[in-house]
C-alpha cells in the first residue's frame, strides 16, 4: 500500500456557546483535517487543531508547512514504514507537533483500515468504555453550580472547572460546588498555568478537603521548578499539561519528580505514536495518564478516544473538544457518547465515515 494523494482542509466550525479559559475565550473549531488516499482507493484522516498558547504554533504556518510537505514527505510512502515516517516527521516538522499529529493519525486510520482492526485494538484494547468528563468555562459562581447541576442531570459524573484567574472567587466557586452538589460526583481544576507557585499551594490547602481529584497545570508551563514546588506541597495531586509535550519533555518532569500525573494531548505530542510512548513512559514513573483534547472536530477527538480505550495507564479522560460545535463533519462512526461515557462505534482504522459535502461547507475562508 502507498499513498498516492494528501489533501489539507483548514476549517471552521463555531461552537454554540464562548469558552473562556485563563489565557483566552474560543469561540470556535479551528481545526485542519488531512485526508490522504492510498493506491488501493483506501483514504484516512487526521486533524491538526494548532493553539499558540499550547502547542507554539500558528495556525497559517501549519498550513502551509503541512501544504508544502506533504508532497514530498508522504506521497509514495508505504504507511507501514512507521520508523522512517516518524524520524521524517520530526526532522521535517520538529516544531509542528500539531502537523504531525494530523499526519500520524492518517496513517494509524489506514493501517488499521488495511488490517480490519481499529486503532483501538491496534495500540491495546484496555477497555470498551471510559467515563467522560466535560469542562465549564470561567464564569460567575451561580452559572457554574447551574451548569454542573445541568451537566450532572445529563448523566455526566466527571466535571472539569477551569479556574486560574482569580484565586478567591475559584476557591468559593469550588467550595459552592461541593456545597450544593455533594460529594458523588468527579471533580477535576485546570488552572492553565494562570497561579504563581505560591498561589497555587493556597489554593491546594484551601481545597484541600472538597475531595478535587487533581489539579492540572497551576504555574508557567516553563517554570519546572515552580511545577516540582507545588506538587511537593500540594494535599491535592498535581498534573502537567503544557509543561508536557513530547517525550524529552516528560523526562525532565520525571526526573524532578515535577508532577504526579500528566495530560496527554495528541496535539501536542505530535499524534497517537508518541501519546502511547508518553503514556507508558508515565506507567513506568508511576503516574497516571489522561487523555485530553483541544476544541477538536469528532475526527481528532475520536484518535484519542481510540488511545484512551487502548491503554491501561488512562485513568481520567476528557474528550469533551466536540460536544459544543455546532455541526460534525463525520456522517457515520467515531467516537461516542451516552450516560457520561465514550465509547467507539464499530469499524476498523478510527472507523469514521467523513462527510465531505460538511468539511467543503465549513472551510475557513482565511486560510487557502
Ligand atoms: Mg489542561
Known sequence: ??????EVFPIKIPKKTAFKVAYATRTACLGMLLKL????????????????????????????????????????????DREEIRLRLERDLANMPSARCAVDTALWDLRGQTLGRSVRELLGRAREVHQASMSMGIKGLAETVGEARNLLGRGFHDIKVKIGLDLENDVARVKALRRELGGNWRLYLDANQGYSPAEAIKLAEA???????????????????????VTRRSPIPIAADEAVKDPASLVRIIERGAAHMINVKLM?????????????????????????????????????????????????????????????????????????????????????????????????????
Open 1 to 6: 500500500m502507498l499513498i498516492t494523494r494528501a
Open 37 to 80: 488516499t492510498a493506491d488501493d482507493g483506501r483514504t484516512g484522516w487526521g486533524e491538526a487543531v494548532p493553539v499558540a498558547e499550547i502547542t507554539g504554533e500558528q495556525r497559517a504556518e501549519v498550513f502551509r508547512a503541512l501544504r508544502d510537505w506533504l508532497p514530498g514527505g508522504l506521497i509514495g510512502v508505504d504507511p507501514f
Open 207 to 229: 481545597l484541600s478537603g472538597e475531595k478535587v481529584e487533581f489539579i492540572e497545570q497551576p504555574v508557567k508551563a516553563a517554570d519546572l521548578d515552580g511545577l516540582t514546588e
Open 268 to 368: 501536542k505530542c505530535g499524534g497517537p505514536s508518541n501519546a502511547e510512548t508518553l503514556i507508558r513512559m508515565a506507567e513506568a514513573a508511576g503516574m497516571k495518564a489522561m487523555i485530553g483534547c483541544m476544541i477538536e472536530s469528532r475526527v481528532g477527538i475520536t484518535a484519542g478516544l481510540n488511545v484512551a480505550l487502548a491503554l491501561a495507564n488512562v485513568h481520567y479522560i476528557d474528550l469533551d473538544g466536540a460536544f459544543d460545535l455546532v455541526d460534525d463533519v463525520i456522517a457515520t462512526g467515531g467516537a461516542q457518547l451516552a450516560d457520561g461515557r465514550q465509547f467507539l462505534a464499530e469499524g476498523p482504522g478510527l472507523g469514521i465515515n467523513v462527510d465531505e459535502e460538511k468539511v467543503k461547507k465549513y472551510l475557513d475562508p482565511d486560510l487557502n
